[in-house]
């Protein structure tokens, strides 16, 4: 195989085999957990030569059976769930799991990129920038953001930043996210509760700075995410850690609007109780810093927000499309 994905039927995995099928590439293979999940539709329309489960891909690695001729290993499986509070399974499954991925893959000399995230950079108080040598000032407020900084440490202790590419990911939306409930993106949620009661759901503010609904964060849309992660990948000699959002922050306010937009409705939004599980691990501002990337060459696209929730909601939502479909 010259590529692996692993989360190959998730948001963004399914999207980057998209997009490596797109360039003509298709001799991949995909590794997911499907589960009893909705997922195994965005695999419908994608071509990759091989579909391998995560324990039987797990039990391949433990026994170094990596194969000798792969070209690079886009590493996009993970629980992503900001809410899960099994922190044994998010060590098993975050960073055990990368660890031996990563070493396996630079053994055959194989490009190496993973998912990190924007949650490693807990509330902001240090800044939004993808800087390797600050990595260790950052406090992530949930289980899941220190599950991704763990890697993130573990690499950069074990000199292996200067060999891969990491990808903080903020707030990515877009087409086959639908199997991932609660963890889908506002924008999914806002079109479902459009369609079903007419009118939209947020969190209050509980900070004096920030009115309700006016709480901001750095949206990407996925099909731009993925053009980030190609140009990482087509580029080896860009390592270390990278962030992938848009550099803009938006309200959720601003995010809602446009659902409705994308609908030719009239905007209503109602404002409801943030639980208090959440009120201590709520990011109320992110807005990643795409200077990095900027000045390894690429160009942000010109996707607006506006632009990618009208895409989004006109080209799959209403009518029920995957992205291969």
Excluded at 37 to 61: P, T
Excluded at 148 to 159: I, N, S, T, V
Excluded at 307 to 323: M, N, S
């Amino acid at each position: 195989m010259k590529f692996i994905v692993t989360g190959a039927a998730g948001l963004i995995g399914s999207a980057v085999v998209y997009a490596l099928n797109k360039q003509g590439v298709t001799d991949i293979l995909a590794v997911d957990h499907l589960g009893t999940s909705e997922k195994w539709k965005n695999l419908r329309g994608l071509q990759f030569a091989d579909y391998m489960e995560k324990d039987m891909f797990l039990a391949m690695l433990q026994n170094n059976d990596l194969p000798d001729d792969i070209q690079a290993v886009i590493h996009l499986g993970a629980c992503s769930s900001t809410t899960e509070r099994d922190a044994t399974y998010l060590v098993h499954n975050n960073f055990e799991f990368s660890k031996l991925l990563a070493v396996r893959t630079l053994k055959r000399n194989a490009r190496f990129l993973y998912a990190s995230s924007a949650a490693t950079y807990g509330g902001g108080e240090h800044g939004y920038h993808d800087d390797d040598s600050k990595i260790e000032e950052l406090r992530p407020l949930n289980m899941y953001g220190y599950s991704k900084q763990m890697f993130d440490l573990w690499a950069k202790r074990h000199g292996m930043l200067d060999k891969i590419a990491g990808m903080k990911f903020t707030n990515v939306f877009g087409p086959n996210e639908k199997h991932k409930g609660p963890m889908r993106s506002m924008v999914c949620r806002a079109f479902e509760q459009i369609q079903e009661a007419g009118q939209v759901s947020l969190f209050r503010s509980y900070r004096e700075e920030y009115a309700d609904g006016e709480q901001q964060r750095d949206f990407i849309y996925v099909k731009d995410a993925v053009n980030m992660i190609i140009f990482l990948m087509i580029h080896p000699d860009l390592n270390g850690l990278y962030n992938i959002g848009s550099g803009k922050a938006e309200t959720w306010n601003s995010l809602v609007k446009a659902v409705f937009d994308a609908m030719d409705l009239p905007c209503k939004i109602r404002y409801i109780d943030m639980p208090d599980e959440l009120k201590g691990k709520y990011q109320y501002y992110t807005c990643a810093d795409m200077s990095k990337i900027q000045s390894a060459g690429y160009k942000l696209t010109d996707h607006t927000l506006q632009d990618a929730v009208r895409d989004y909601v006109r080209g799959y939502l209403i009518p029920g499309k995957h992205l291969a479909d």
